[in-house]
């Protein structure tokens, strides 16, 4: 094992409400992590060769080519994934691009698939993609119910891939929830998939910094993740795939490296991975620097990455436990990877993310994260115990808006214990004087709270 990586930003100061200059405590790593200083070290490497691919007629573009190559071969290896049986293509809009690929490329290999089931906890990119495709969209239940619920149900998943077994196209399922953390039983459920001959997609984004992942041990078909998701925010996205399956799936995207050859009257779709997938001049550098990242984060020890998390998540949820009128979401008994999503009774999740940032300089989410289905889901039952007699008739649909959502607390390698001892206090602090703090603020009809008085000036941060 290695030393821990370095991450820029970790002495970030701001100016808080009450006139202090704190540095910034960071808890939004499932939205973005902060950067590692090795992602640029490795950028300012390889500028001063910059080339472009598809070429090794000089130097440069030698050592770009061989770089770019090195970088796909360092994410199969990271993954676990057998370079015979899996190809990897960067893509362009993180997990999102490798998502609506496959599943237009599924769509169009497999027609008569009419069936595509996606669990229930998906972000909006593991669930929009697959309706657009003129599909039928069926959900997995989760065990549990409402605030409780918890990861995929393996008895109903089942009997849903048999009895859609001849119409499902793939599957499409979260390896850890983005709202929660709760992780799903992925190598189950590509074994009970492979069954019924039906592909599995998996969305990695919130597990693939998180610990060890092997593909070819779990036969996950289809992989995606967002390079940003692992301190490498210049990344493009990530797609791993059997290339038994994409040789079945036309080209998506075509264009110049994607092609053998090309006439006025027909072209011929290059034979060899990834570049039969990535036309156009590729996001180079980013996908050389997430690869550095990578092979740092193997050389740290993935087991030790995970076993440090999943410290953390508990000394959260323990701390969490004593601010009194806390709610934590979803099941106590399952394993939790990263994110913690939570509201407190009578305070609006927008007012305890505004009070965090304005007067503690710690960054949290709020709201429902990309994923509404499921935030609703969780907060049915509070949304219908909601007294509104008291509430104006003109004013209820704002005040709902203000219900709707949650807090998340998200953790990333660079998280210590301290930083959830000060976000601990900081809620403590919060519900022991509300009265002091819920004047200063204004609700606004999307929910947001604005603070009457500070207002953080961006410009005076960055200049540009």
Known sequence: ???????????????????????????????????????????????????????????????SSHALAWAHETVLEYLGADPIEYTAIF?????????????????????????????????????????HQDIEVIYLPLTGESTHQGCVDLKRYQQLCEQYREQVNYIAVSSVSNVTGIRNPIEKMTEIAHKFDIPILVDGAQSVAHGAINLSNSSVDFFVFSGHKVYTPMSPGVLVAKRSLLSTMSG??????SVETVSYFDYQLSTTYPE????????????????????????????????????????????????????????????????VAFNIAEIDHGLVAAILND????????????????????????????DLSEIPDDEQEQFINRKRGMVRVSLSLYNQASDIAQLVDALHDITERLAYYQPLYNAQPDGSYTHQSFQFDWRSQLQL
């Open 1 to 63: 094992m290695s030393e821990l990586p370095q991450f820029i930003g970790l002495d970030t100061q701001y100016p808080t409400a009450d006139g202090r200059h704190l540095t910034r405590v960071h808890l939004d790593g499932a939205a973005s992590p902060l950067a590692a200083q090795v992602a640029i070290d490795t950028i300012n490497k390889v500028l001063p060769h910059y080339s472009n691919t598809h070429s090794y007629v000089h130097s440069s573009a030698q050592i």
């Open 91 to 131: 893509t362009g809009a993180g997990t999102t691009a490798g998502i609506n690929r496959v599943a237009r490329g599924l769509r169009a290999a497999r027609p008569t698939r009419r069936v595509v089931l996606v669990s229930s906890m998906e972000h909006h990119a593991n669930d929009l993609p697959h309706r």
């Open 252 to 257: 998506q995207d075509l264009g110049g490296g």
């Open 276 to 339: 039969r997938e990535q036309s156009g001049t590729p996001n180079v550098v980013g996908a050389i620097a997430l690869a550095a990242v990578l092979k740092t984060l193997k050389e740290y020890g993935l087991e030790t990455i995970h076993q440090r998390e999943s410290q953390l998540v508990d000394e959260l949820i323990n701390g969490l436990s004593t601010v009194q009128g806390l709610t934590v979401y979803g099941s106590a008994t399952q394993a939790r990877t990263g994110a």
């Open 359 to 386: 007067y503690f300089a710690i960054a949290v989410r709020n709201e429902c994260f990309c994923a509404h289905p499921y935030v609703s889901s969780l907060l049915k039952e509070e949304l219908w115990e909601l």
